[in-house]
């Protein structure tokens, strides 16, 4: 994915949290994951060296990069 794409995808999402350099937008219109094509939850953007997440529940995810930035996209059963 492209930057172009990232912020296109993120002007769709609804923001949701952001802490530091982690930033959590909500995907309430139920785009597409760009991984596995199912609608996913939440867009996670890493933007830090290293981040770490407390997941509060067991999702699945997929990932992508952009730039020096890791996405998540998580999906929930
Ligand atoms: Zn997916």
Redesign the pocket.
Known sequence: MNETDLDELISSLTPHESADSVKTYRNTVSIS?P????P?DDLVVCSGEYDSLELSKVL?L?VTTVDDDVLL?T?QH
């Open positions: 994951c991984a596995c094509e199912d996913f699945d997929c996209f999906h």
